[in-house]
Each structure stands twice: as structure tokens, then as C-alpha cells.
């Protein structure tokens, strides 16, 4: 019996978010030679993709065989095998010629049958160092050679004599199946995994593969979302938001070009689904599902705050009050020059009194983190607070005291310049948009607003249709952030031009547009580039 075995499978994802190959099903093939994989599903669920990228991975450390009943060679060849490491000699038509194989081996037998099919396996296995064989389907192959007996044993006995074999010789197989009959053999085989497809009440496709066991694995997600977008199967993993920062300073962000019409997300596919981006003097719903990671806001509108800077362009941001208005200004002084930062970036750091009651806990301070107008900055009466220049290392916040009585209680330091910081009773509507006229009075150009609901109720609950018409007049562009089950979603949509979704599926994070109506799109991380890009892969 063979012993000597690969230590890894390499199964590199091309970017974060985005693996060619499921993780667990790597270790499950390495961890003990001789393993069967059972891939059950129902047509057009992706069982041949995945057959064939297992094939493609798993011929880095053995040769492999795909043996079909489905589709003659040439086919095969030409749907599957093009664009990867395989080749026509990987490919065995059962249906066209069975006794043409790949291997230098003589055909032990004078017909093809139940028998001299395991004859065949084992001269397979004893020719090849290491071995690994599909049968696409099981079921064809079983029938294409039952046919040949007059009293043939059962798919069961013929899948026990297999599985015993390649244990015995340390073959690995896989074996696909579609019909209910795979049931019975699920207890036979060492592996199960099945390919689902469901709709969402949109028509969406939403594919899933289930790992039902995988002897030897530890399965943490046994759900895991997959797309078969340019007909390559690919698994949608976890993200950390992190990634998209750069690991070295010095990179610069390269501003993607507006439109006449259009403001660039900043996402370069994303541009492409919106045929150019968002529309000049919209409105964009922007909705978070339930347990999504902290910073999870960010993901769609860090890259569009980021080219609205670099293209010189002022932004206005009310971040939900889990973000932290530190690292947003980290990431941005790190891909963008400081001064653009200073002079075009305007946040609002918001957070609850912790002497207020639980039910005042919609009264929120609001802390005008750079909002340098000219050289004074506006407190949210509508009177000028004097601006105090810090160490540009200090960006702590500490007490200062004013001496007009306009509110400000705090002050909060961030990079060179100290502002005031505002009760939530003076955070209004009216406040709110004398500060945004200020600024594009100093920049004489659109404003990106990013105003997240929950810390908005006092500015903009009674205000949205007054904002959309501030905006659209103004050819400026409003992301509003909402959270599932809040009040504000149904309100926004009424509002809002274009509405997004951002939540989980499985630990991946997926995105879609409810209007416009979008395809779910799997987000990752390219970062091969100097400055990490988000990317988005469509769910097919």
C-alpha cells in the first residue's frame, strides 16, 4: 500500500473573499490518500465545475482522470479543461471509446464491464504513483456497464468494491452523482457534498455548497455561498476590512474619472454594473443586514469618499455610531495627501451621553471632526467657533472651554486642528445645511453627504424629501445608511434613487441592488495592487 503523500494542496485564492476551491475538501484529500468524495446535486447545480477544479488542483501532486458519460471528449475538453492545467489525455469518453485511456497501461480485459471496470481502477492505481479518478456521473457508468450483465450486482455492491479498492491502493475518486439513488451510497463513501440552488424572491440564482462530511475534517461552515461566474467554480469566503488599507505607506489613490452624468464609485466593477456610476444629484439607499462586521458601512463608501477627495471634491460624513471616525480618517490619510484630507474632509463624530437615560439615547453629541471651512468652523448654531491649532501627533480629545455659550461642551483633536463638539438638540436639519453651503460656498463643487440614519433621526427625520431636493438641485451625491429592521428603510427607499444591500451569506459578505435590480455580487479584496481595491464577483 502506497504511504507517501503530499503535505498540501496549493489552492491559492486569487484575492480575499474569493477561493478556487474549497478549503476543507483540500484537506480531506491530503489528510488520508485512498478517500472517495461523493458530489451529489441536481442538474445545472455546478457538480462537473467543481469535479473538474478538483481534478485541476489535485493534478499538482498526482495524475488525474475524468472519466465522462455525459459529453464525447472534444467537448469536455473545450467547456472544462481550455483554461486550466489539464489536458486531452485527461479526459476519458467512456460512451465513445472506452478502451483509449490515458495511461500507459495494457487493457486487461476483451470487453468493458462491471468486473473489468475494478481490474482496470486497480492497473490504474499500480501504473501511477498517485491517482485520482472522477466518474461523471456514477450512475452512467454504473448503467453503461450493467448493461453488459445479465445478472448485474447493484450500484451499492459495485460502489463497496470500488471504495474498498481505492482504500486498498490509495486511489482517490470522486464520484457524481443527480438521482435519488445516491442516498444509498452516501454511508459507503468517506465524503458527501452537495450542490444547491435556490432563488430569492426576485428571481436571483443563490448557490450553496453543503458539506455533509468530510472524514478526517473539522467542517466550521458547512454552508458555504459559491458563484460559477465565467464558468470557473469559485467559493465566497470571510473578509477582513482591514485588508484595505495598504500594508506600506507612500501609495497614492489613482482618482477614477467622473462623467458629465456620473459619479465614479470608486469600485471599479461596481462603475460597470451602474454603467458609470452613481447619477449627479441622487440619492443612494444604502442597507446593512443583521451581524455584519463593524466596519462593514465602509465597504461601499470608503472608496467613493476616497475619489471624491482625491478628484478634489469636498465630502461630508455622519458615520454610524459603531465606526470609528479614527480609523475612517487613518484610512484615508494613508492612500490621499493630508492637506486633501484637510481641507475637503468634513466628519461628524457622533456618541451617546453616557448620563443619559436609555430611552434619551437618540440625543446624540455631534463632533465636527475637520470642518474647516475657512479659517473658523461652524458650530451647528450657525455661529463660527474658533478653530485652535494642535501638535499634529496629538489626537486625543480633551476639554476646552469657549467663551461664547453656543453649546460647545468638548472639543476633539484629529490631526492638526481642534473644533467644537455640539448637543444633539443643536444638530438639526437647518445646521446641518448651513455647514454643507459653507463648504461648497469654499470649494464651488459638489458634496458627497454619507449620513448614517440611526445618528441622523434629529436632522434628517422629518427632512428627507427636503434633502433629496438639497441634493438634486445641487447635483451633489447622499449615501444614507440604514440598518434591517429600522423605520428608516421603507422611509429612505421613498426617497432614495438607487437602494443597496450589503449582508451575510454564510461568512462571506455579499452585495446586491434592489433599485436597480442587480445580480448578488460576492465582494472581495484584490490586493496585488498598491492600494487594496474592493471587487465584486457575480453570483451566477
Known amino acids: 500500500m502506497k504511504t507517501e503523500r503530499s503535505d498540501s494542496i496549493d489552492a491559492t485564492p486569487k484575492l480575499d473573499g474569493v477561493l478556487q476551491f474549497p478549503q476543507e475538501i483540500s484537506r480531506f484529500f491530503i489528510e488520508s490518500e485512498g478517500q472517495v468524495l461523493l458530489v451529489n446535486g441536481r442538474p445545472g447545480t455546478g457538480k462537473t465545475l467543481l469535479t473538474i477544479r478538483a481534478l485541476d488542483i489535485l493534478k499538482r501532486d498526482s495524475t488525474v482522470l475524468y472519466v465522462t458519460t455525459r459529453v464525447d471528449d472534444e467537448s469536455a475538453y473545450e467547456m472544462y479543461f481550455a483554461d486550466l492545467a489539464l489536458d486531452r489525455s485527461n479526459i476519458l469518453d467512456l460512451s465513445q471509446d472506452p478502451f483509449t485511456l490515458p495511461l500507459d497501461v495494457d487493457v486487461p480485459f476483451d470487453k468493458l464491464d462491471l468486473d473489468s471496470l475494478v481490474t482496470w481502477i486497480q492497473q490504474l492505481g499500480e501504473a501511477s504513483k498517485r491517482i485520482t479518478i472522477a466518474f461523471d456521473s456514477w450512475e452512467l457508468v454504473y448503467a453503461y456497464l450493467a448493461a453488459r450483465h445479465e445478472n448485474s450486482p447493484d450500484i451499492e455492491t459495485v460502489t463497496n468494491q470500488v471504495v474498498s479498492l481505492a482504500r486498498q491502493e490509495d486511489i482517490r475518486l470522486v464520484l457524481v452523482s443527480e438521482t435519488a439513488e445516491a442516498a444509498s451510497l452516501e454511508y459507503i463513501v468517506d465524503g458527501v457534498v452537495s450542490l ?191 478653530t485652535v491649532e494642535t501638535n499634529d501627533q496629538d489626537t486625543r480629545t480633551d476639554t476646552h472651554n469657549s467663551e461664547n455659550d453656543g453649546g460647545i461642551s468638548a472639543t476633539n483633536r ?87 444591500v450589503v449582508e451575510r451569506s454564510g461568512k462571506a459578505l455579499v452585495l446586491y441592488g434592489e433599485n436597480p435590480l442587480t445580480p448578488l455580487q460576492g465582494i472581495g479584496i484584490d490586493r496585488s495592487q498598491a492600494i487594496p481595491e474592493v471587487v465584486l464577483t457575480e453570483m451566477v
Open 196 to 386: 444547491q440552488v435556490t432563488e430569492d424572491n426576485r428571481g436571483r440564482p443563490q448557490r450553496q455548497l453543503l458539506m455533509e462530511k468530510l472524514r478526517g475534517v473539522r467542517i466550521e461552515n458547512r454552508h458555504q455561498p459559491i458563484t460559477l461566474a465565467g464558468g470557473q467554480f469559485q467559493v465566497l469566503t470571510s473578509i477582513e476590512l482591514s485588508a484595505l488599507l495598504p500594508d506600506t505607506g507612500g501609495a497614492q489613490w489613482n482618482p477614477r474619472t467622473n462623467s458629465k452624468t456620473k459619479f465614479s464609485t470608486g469600485i471599479r466593477n461596481f462603475d460597470r454594473i451602474l454603467s458609470g456610476g452613481y447619477n449627479r444629484g441622487s440619492m443612494v439607499h444604502l442597507e446593512l443586514g443583521t451581524d455584519l462586521p463593524r466596519d462593514a458601512w465602509g465597504i461601499l463608501t470608503i472608496p467613493t469618499i476616497r475619489n471624491f477627495l482625491s478628484n478634489e471634491m469636498s465630502v461630508s460624513v455622519l458615520p454610524p455610531r459603531e465606526a470609528s471616525p479614527g480609523l475612517l480618517h487613518n484610512d484615508l490619510t494613508t492612500v490621499l495627501p493630508s492637506d486633501v484630507f484637510d481641507e475637503k474632509c468634513h466628519i461628524f463624530s457622533t456618541y451617546v451621553d453616557p448620563t443619559q437615560d436609555k430611552d434619551e439615547s437618540d440625543t446624540v453629541e455631534a463632533v465636527a471632526e475637520n470642518s474647516q471651512i475657512s479659517d473658523r468652523s461652524m458650530d451647528f448654531n450657525g455661529s463660527e467657533a474658533s
Open 414 to 500: 484629529i490631526g492638526g486642528r481642534v473644533t467644537g463638539s455640539f448637543q444633539g438638540s443643536e444638530f438639526d436639519y437647518r445646521t446641518y445645511i448651513t455647514t454643507a453651503d459653507r463648504i461648497r460656498e469654499k470649494d464651488d463643487g459638489p458634496l458627497l453627504h454619507v449620513i448614517s440614519m440611526e445618528m441622523a433621526r434629529s436632522v434628517l427625520e422629518s427632512h428627507l424629501n427636503d434633502f433629496a431636493n438639497y441634493v438634486s438641485l445641487r447635483n451633489d451625491l447622499a449615501i444614507i445608511i440604514t440598518k434591517e429592521g429600522s423605520d428608516f428603510r421603507t422611509r429612505a427607499d421613498l426617497v432614495a434613487d438607487m437602494h443597496f
